[in-house]
C-alpha cells in the first residue's frame, strides 16, 4: 500500500524555514574565492599574491606551495591535489584561494592576483587523448583499491587511460562469421552540467585537532573518509553535516570541493566558506562525454547473435569516478536482450577539460542512446517493426544478459505494453507525426552496506537517524513511511534527523537509486528491532506473553485493552522517561547472501516519443511521451511520479538542448545565460507516468529502486520517432534544430 504524506522537507522550503549550506553563520567565519586557471594546459611558472594580500579585510592568500604537504587525494585514483601546484590542467582549476571577511572583498581581491604561466601542449578531446604521440595529462596512476567502490581502476601505464573495461562473452567473430547482417554504428554524446540549483557550497571548521564541515555533499562518508586521510585525523574527529541540498544528480557525490575548503581552515585555524556561482560549478565537475562505435550481428529470423560495442569517455583533467563510470556504461550498454556472444571495452581518458564526475545513472544515457538508436537501424535494414525486433530479443524475467550480473528480474515487455498501450497516436490529415520507442536496463544499487537508528520515545514519538542525505528527492519523507508502517505507528510520530556522521550511523551514499530498497531496508529492521524491545518490555511487566502483543497507535494491545507506550515505560524504569533504540544494518550477507551478487535489482524504463519536426527549420516539438518502469512497490506515489518525471525532463534536456561545448579546451558556454536546458515550454503536453506494482522487489514492502531508469529511453526515443517519420539519423546528441534541419537537406 503506497501512502502520499505531505513531506516534511517541502513545508519547510516553501516557507522558507529550510536551512542549506549558505544560511548558516559561524562565529568568526571567513570567505573564500577561488583564482582559477583560464590556461588549458601549463605550467605555473609564478604566483605574485602580494597586492591582493594588501587589501583590507583580506586574512590571507593560499596557494598550492601551502597545503602540497597534504600530498594528492582522490576516490579511485590519487591524482588531484588541493590547489594546482606545479601545473594547471583544465580552465577553471583553482590556483590559488583569497580568504577575507566577507565573500565580495575576497572576489575583489582576486582580481589582483597575478598568475604567470607557460603553455604545455594541451589533449583537447578523447580521440586526441588516445593518440600514440598524445601528451600526457598525469605521468603516473597513483591506484587506490576498494576506497569508494569495491574493486579498483585499472588504467594503462604510459598512457592517458586511467581506466579500461574488457568484458567478453562467447565467440563474436564466428557468430559474425554466421550472421545474415552485421551493422556497424557510430554515436556521441556531449558534457552535460548537473545544474543543481543550489551550486556548490562548502564551510569547514578546523581547530583542537578536529575538523568539522558543512556541505552539500551526497556521499558523506566518502567526504570524511577523504578528508580524514588527506590531514591525519581519526574518522570520530571528522564530522560531515549535511543540511537541506539544492539538488544533485551525482554533481555532489563522492568529494568536490571540501579538500579545498577544508585545507583553508587547516591552515588559518578559523571557519572558512566558499560559496560558489552557478558559473564556477560548471568548472567543478560534468557528465562524461562519450563517442561509442557499436556493431551488431543477427541471424535471418531477426535473432541477436553478438553485439561488440568500444565506448570512450572524456573524463577530463581528473579521475573523480570515472572508472566505475565506464565499466558501468559497458555494462548498460548491453540492453535487456539475450546476447550470446559479447565484445564490450569501455575506456575513461584523461583530457585537458572539466573533471567528469556521477551523474544520474552513471554511464547509462551515453549507452542508452548508442544502444537504441542503433537498434531501430538495425530493424529497418531486417525490415522488422522496431518492437517486433525488440520483443525478439528481450531477455525474459529469470534469464541472464550477461553471466556475472544477477538475472533480469522484470518483464520489459510489459513495460512495452504499457507504454504502447498509454501512448495513442492521433494523426491530422498531412502531418507526420513521428513516434519512437526505446528501452534501458542499469544495474543500480551499488554497495549494499547501511545502518540505521529507530529511537521509539516514551510518548510515542520516533526518531530516525539515517546518513541518507534529502536532496530533494523525498528520501526523509520515505524513510518516515516505512518506520511508520513497520512501527504500526502515525507517520506524523516519526521524525528523520538531518544528516549528521557524528550521529547517523555509516552508510555508502545517496545515489545509485539505492537509498528505498538499502537505506530503507536499514530501517525496517531498526524499526522492527525497537518493535521487539517494546514488546518485550511490555510482556514482563504485563506479565503476558509477547506474541498476544501487537503495536498500535500510541501504544500496544493485547486484543482487549490498549496500553499506552507511557504506561510501559513507566511501569519498567520506575520514572516517567525512557526510550527504546532499534538498529538495522544490511551488509551484502544479508537475506542469506543474496545481496552480494551485483545487480542488486535491475533499474529499468520503457519510452514512446511522439514527435512532430519543422521540415523548414528543424524544430522539434515534443507532444506526447509516455515512460514505464516496474518499481516493485510505491511508497509514495507523488515522491515516485515526480522522480520519474523529472529523470525524463532532466534526460530531454540532453536530447534536444544541453551541451557543455569546448573548443581547443577551453568552455565556451559555461554560464547560465549561454548554457540552454528545457523550459515549461518544452514539457510535452501530454506526459504518461506509469509505475508497475508486483510487489517483488527486494526493499521494504516489495520496492525496487527508482529514480533514475526514466533518463535513459528519452533521447533514443526522440531520435527513433525522427528516424521513423522522416527517415533520418542524428547520431550526436543533442537533436538541436540546425543538425535535423541539414540532416533533412541531405536526405533530400
Not at 587589501?55 to 606551495?65: F, I, M, P, R, S
Not at 566518502?222 to 539538488?247: D, E, H, M, N, Y
Not at 516539438?621 to 532532466?650: F, H, P, W
Not at 538542448?657 to 573548443?663: A, D, G, S, T
Amino acid at each position: 500500500m503506497h501512502t502520499s504524506n505531505p513531506r516534511a522537507d517541502l513545508v519547510e522550503k516553501v516557507t522558507g524555514r529550510a536551512t542549506f549550506v549558505t544560511d548558516i553563520e559561524l562565529p568568526g567565519m571567513l570567505h573564500a574565492f577561488a583564482v582559477r586557471s583560464p590556461m588549458v594546459h601549463a605550467r605555473i611558472v609564478s604566483i605574485d599574491a602580494a597586492a591582493a594580500r594588501e587589501q583590507a579585510g583580506v586574512v590571507d592568500v593560499l596557494t598550492g606551495a601551502d597545503v602540497a604537504s597534504l600530498g594528492n587525494w582522490g576516490l579511485l585514483l590519487k591524482d588531484r591535489p588541493v590547489l594546482a601546484i606545479d601545473r594547471v590542467r583544465y580552465v577553471g582549476e583553482p590556483v590559488a584561494l583569497v580568504i577575507a571577511e566577507s565573500h565580495e572583498i575576497a572576489e575583489d581581491a582576486a582580481e589582483l592576483v597575478q598568475v604567470d604561466y607557460d603553455g604545455l601542449p594541451p589533449v583537447c578531446d578523447a580521440g586526441a587523448a588516445l593518440a600514440a604521440d598524445a601528451p600526457l595529462v598525469h605521468e603516473r596512476h597513483d591506484i587506490i583499491a576498494d576506497y569508494y567502490f569495491k574493486g579498483q581502476a585499472k588504467p594503462v601505464e604510459n598512457s592517458n587511460i586511467f581506466h579500461r573495461f574488457v568484458s567478453e562473452v562467447g565467440d563474436v567473430a564466428a557468430a559474425e562469421a554466421s550472421a545474415a547482417l552485421v551493422h556497424e554504428d557510430r554515436f556521441s554524446f556531449p558534457s552535460i552540467f548537473h545544474y543543481a540549483l543550489e551550486p556548490h557550497t562548502v564551510i569547514a571548521d578546523y581547530g583542537a585537532d578536529q575538523l568539522t564541515v558543512w556541505a552539500g555533499a551526497q556521499t558523506p562518508a566518502a567526504v570524511q573518509k577523504t578528508l580524514s586521510r588527506l590531514f591525519g585525523l581519526p574518522l570520530a574527529r571528522v564530522r560531515v553535516i549535511v543540511p537541506f541540498v539544492g539538488g544533485g544528480f551525482g554533481g555532489k557525490a563522492s568529494v568536490k570541493i571540501e579538500p579545498l575548503v577544508a585545507a583553508a581552515s587547516w591552515k588559518l585555524r578559523r571557519p572558512v566558506r566558499l560559496a560558489q556561482s552557478l558559473s564556477e560549478s560548471m568548472l567543478t565537475c560534468r557528465r562524461l562525454s562519450a563517442d561509442i562505435c557499436i556493431r551488431t550481428a543477427v541471424n535471418t529470423e531477426g535473432r541477436i547473435l553478438a553485439k561488440s560495442a568500444r565506448i570512450v569517455l572524456d573524463g577530463g583533467a581528473y579521475a573523480d569516478t570515472g572508472p566505475a563510470i565506464a565499466t558501468k556504461a559497458a555494462n548498460r550498454i548491453i540492453g535487456p536482450y539475450v546476447i550470446p556472444n559479447l565484445k564490450l571495452e569501455s575506456m575513461a581518458v584523461y583530457t585537458n577539460k572539466v573533471p567528469g564526475a556521477a551523474f544520474r545513472s552513471i554511464g547509462g544515457p551515453q549507452a542508452v542512446w548508442a544502444a537504441e538508436s542503433h537498434m531501430d537501424n538495425i530493424a529497418a535494414r531486417i525490415g522488422l517493426s522496431p518492437t517486433e525486433f525488440r520483443l525478439r530479443n528481450l531477455a525474459s524475467r529469470g534469464e541472464r544478459i550477461r553471466p556475472d550480473l544477477r538475472p533480469l528480474d522484470i518483464d520489459m515487455g510489459e513495460l512495452m505494453g504499457a507504454v504502447g498501450q498509454a501512448v495513442v497516436t492521433n494523426v491530422v490529415d498531412g502531418e507526420r507525426v513521428g513516434r519512437g520507442l526505446a528501452v534501458g536496463a542499469s544495474d543500480p544499487g551499488i554497495v549494499p552496506m547501511s545502518n540505521a537508528l529507530v529511537r521509539l520515545k516514551i510518548d510515542g514519538s520516533i526518531l530516525i537517524a539515517v546518513a541518507s542525505v534529502e536532496i530533494g528527492q523525498g528520501v526523509q519523507a520515505t524513510m518516515a513511511n516505512i518506520a511508520a508502517k513497520a512501527l504500526n505507528q502515525p507517520v506524523e510520530a516519526v521524525t528523520v534527523l538531518a544528516t549528521d556522521t557524528a550521529i547517523a550511523p555509516f552508510d555508502w551514499g545517496t545515489g545509485a537509486s539505492r537509498s528505498t530498497v538499502i537505506v530503507g531496508l536499514s530501517v525496517e529492521a531498526a524499526a522492527r528491532d525497537a518493535a521487539e524491545q517494546i514488546i518485550a518490555m511490555a510482556a514482563d511487566v504485563l506479565g503476558v506473553e509477547g506474541g498476544k502483543l501487537v503495536l498500535v497507535p500510541g501504544g500496544l494491545s493485547d486484543g482487549a485493552t490498549t496500553i499506552p507506550f507511557e504506561t510501559v515505560f513507566h511501569k519498567t524504569f520506575g520514572v516517567d522517561s525512557g526510550e527504546v533504540i532499534g538498529r538495522g544494518a544490511i551488509t551484502p550477507r544479508s537475506k542469506n547472501g543474496a545481496f552480494a551478487q551485483a545487480p542488486l535489482f535491475w533499474e529499468t524504463a520503457a519510452g514512446i516519443a511522439e514527435v512532430v519536426v519543422d521540415e523548414d527549420t528543424g524544430e522539434i516539438t515534443l507532444r506526447q511521451y509516455g515512460t514505464a518502469a516496474d518499481v516493485g512497490r510505491v511508497i509514495n506515489r507523488v515522491a515516485a511520479e515526480g522522480q520519474d518525471e523529472g529523470a525524463t525532463i532532466q534526460g530531454l534536456g540532453h536530447a534536444l538542448f544541453e551541451e557543455l561545448v569546448f573548443e581547443d579546451g577551453q568552455p565556451v558556454n559555461a554560464t547560465p545565460i549561454d548554457y540552454a536546458i528545457p523550459t515549461i515550454e518544452d514539457i510535452p503536453r501530454t506526459l504518461h507516468t506509469i509505475l508497475i506494482e508486483h510487489g517483488d522487489g527486494p526493499g521494504p514492502q516489495g520496492a525496487r529502486g527508482m529514480g533514475e531508469g526514466a533518463i535513459l529511453p528519452i533521447a533514443p526515443a526522440i531520435a527513433n520517432a525522427i528516424f521513423a517519420a522522416h527517415g533520418v539519423r542524428v547520431t550526436d546528441l543533442p537533436l538541436t534544430p540546425e543538425k535535423v534541419w541539414r540532416a533533412l537537406k541531405q536526405r533530400s
